[in-house]
């Protein structure tokens, strides 16, 4: 007897069974963000245990695969490779920071112009521009400058302070030009090496003695000596008056500054050094910003003339 093939298509409905509903997959508010972040940190703590082995390592990541892990992420998210973050994400009481000249080889590489215009041991002026504009920031850094900032307390002032100069002129014109190439980063290495020695603190007690009891008979106190009145360079350290950070405030919102941290952000991007307050500014510092503010001050709409007015 002959068997007649039948065709998948002419078997009967019953025949083929029922799909089963298949559960819906989880859902990730995230998109997959943070998943795809922590696989990220995976594949990076790998790399930083294996170069914390080496030599070629930072001492400040020696035996540290986490804090490697940590930099090596943070260099990917800005374009830099294992070897580069490690070579030059610094990360100084919590803060992470970049060398000067890494900050200007990350700006370069994402189009961005920088060059320098005058390099000297006293004075160093950096010039940059923005990619695809015509707009030229320039920054300019004198050790006089410096001095006034409370910057020469770095002994690297005295030893190289053509290269210290630099490094505040660059950073100051890569984070105006590309804030977003280097996102969001707001310090260098020397800057935040500056911040953790001015607010380094050391105390030394003397070995306690048996206590000496004086048996002469108490001198008569010696007047306090009169001060002599402030130079005219002491004179220009003392704190911004109440009336000038009233302005600056006015004049800032008037740029569309509103939020606090911005109005920080910007006043130390202005006189180089951080902030935490805006009356930390001294009286030349606000008197001077008052003046940029002002020459930049966004014009007034000019008022329509009233119909049939005649001159």
Known sequence: MTEIAVRPEDRPIDYWPTPQPQPAPPEDPTGGRLVAWANGLAAAHKIGSALCQTS????????????????????????LTPTQALRSIHVIAGTPSLYARAMVALVQSKG?????????????VVCGKRRGTTHVERSEWTTDRARRAGYTSNKKYETD???????????DVCRKIAADALAGLAYTVEELEISEQSTTTVTRSEPAGPRKVSREKPQPAEPDPVPEPPTAEESAEESATR?????????IQEQGITERQAKLD??????????TSSNDLSK????????????TKPAEPALPEPEGWQQ
């Open 112 to 124: 961005h112009e920088v060059w320098t215009e005058l390099d000297t041991p006293t004075k160093v």
């Open 284 to 295: 030349h510092e606000a008197s001077s910003l008052i003046e940029l503010l002002d020459a």
């Open 266 to 275: 910007y006043l130390s991007t202005q006189v180089g050094r951080t902030l």
């Open 56 to 79: 070629f390592a930072p001492k400040q990541f020696a035996g540290k695969a986490e804090d490697a892990a940590a930099a090596i992420l943070f260099g990917d998210e800005i374009g």
């Open 161 to 171: 302070p053509q290269a210290m100069l630099y490094a505040r002129a660059a950073s």
């Open 243 to 251: 009336a000038q950070v009233q302005k600056l405030n006015i004049l």
